[in-house]
């Protein structure tokens, strides 16, 4: 289903510079692309409802992170600016079951925009994965993942990590940038365009302003990185290694310390209740799950 193009969406830059083939082909085609989606996926499943519940992909490019939900019985809406990537979304519907392609709904908009573009409706989960960075106002994006979000749904947000910085230009033996990196927040990401980089810290901040208490965080992938900036190709087709390392990296990515050290963080926030945000506190458990979302 489609809902239309809404509010004043830019010139694709997913499209004009390539972006799309790059990182549908590219990054998703690679073992870091299957462990992507692996661990998110995992990560989503314990803080999700049971299906059938309304999720919001905002920025869901392809649908990879979303169509496996589809797949699980969740009604999917795919929000993103770039025609380039809705359509590379469509072209992927068909790996769905049938019946899993007619829960699936396209809505082109920018993130900016997503409450006029979903008309007002509210979803059990809003994810924004991978998009944070690129935008230029972090704020505005943010408040409307929380708006769009229902009572006591979550909102997932997986962006650069700040705090590991210099992973990536020392893996790869560029001592200077590395150097810099340490105080930076932006800087050319594995796809070539520059992107910012944000802290757990300040996202969760971000959230608990428009009534989203931060639930739990987790790293994404750590040793792929490691190896493949350190020069060691994976082969995608070796199943029982690819599935080995995916299950290596969702628990690295549970635990301390190396989820602080992940390249991307995935922070879990979950909406008030109205009668919460008059209260202006959260009961006690989910203030026991807020401290280890934060510590
Ligand atoms: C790195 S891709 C991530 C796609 C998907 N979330 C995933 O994890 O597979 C970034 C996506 O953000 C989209 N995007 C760029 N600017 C946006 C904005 N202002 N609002 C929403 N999406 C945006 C791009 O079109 C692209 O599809």
Redesign the pocket.
């Known amino acids: 289903m489609c809902r239309g193009t809404v509010g004043r969406v830019p010139d694709d830059a ?1 499209a004009s510079a390539r972006l799309a083939s790059l ?1 549908v082909d590219g990054a998703y085609e690679s073992v870091k692309g299957y462990v992507r989606t692996y661990v998110l996926h995992h990560h989503l499943l314990e803080h999700l409802p049971a299906p059938p519940a309304k999720v919001l ?6 649908g ?2 979303s169509f496996p939900l589809a797949q699980a019985g969740y009604e999917v809406t795919i929000l ?3 025609a380039a ?1 809705l359509a590379r979304a469509r072209q992927r519907l068909d790996r769905l079951s049938v019946e899993a392609r007619e829960r699936v709904t396209f809505v082109q908009a ?3 925009d997503a409450d006029r573009a979903v008309e007002g409706d509210r979803f059990a989960a809003v994810l924004c ?3 944070l960075g ?2 230029e106002d972090p704020d505005l ?1 943010v408040a409307q993942l929380c708006r769009c979000a229902e009572e006591g749904g979550i909102v997932s947000i997986m962006t650069g990590n700040a705090h590991a910085a210099a992973v990536q230009p020392a893996l790869e033996r560029r001592w200077a940038d590395a150097r810099a990196s340490f105080d930076a927040r932006a800087g050319i990401g594995v796809l070539g365009v520059r992107s910012r980089a944000d802290t757990v810290e300040d996202v969760s901040a971000m959230i608990a302003r428009y009534e989203v208490e931060p639930e739990h965080w987790y790293g994404t992938w750590l040793f792929v990185d490691w190896l493949e900036f350190g020069g060691t190709e994976l082969d995608r087709h070796d199943a029982d290694e690819v599935e080995a390392i995916a299950s290596v990296e969702l628990e690295a990515s549970r635990r301390d310390p190396y989820r602080h050290m992940s390249r991307a963080f995935h922070l879990i926030g979950r909406k008030r209740s109205s009668s919460q945000a008059r209260a202006g506190s959260i009961p006690a458990p989910q203030r026991r799950e807020q401290r280890s979302a934060t510590g």
Do not use: C, I, T
Not at 57 to 62: F, N
């Open positions: 997913w990182f992909d905002v920025g869901g490019g392809a990879h992170q993103d600016p770039s990537m920018r993130g900016e994965h991978g998009v690129y935008v994006l």
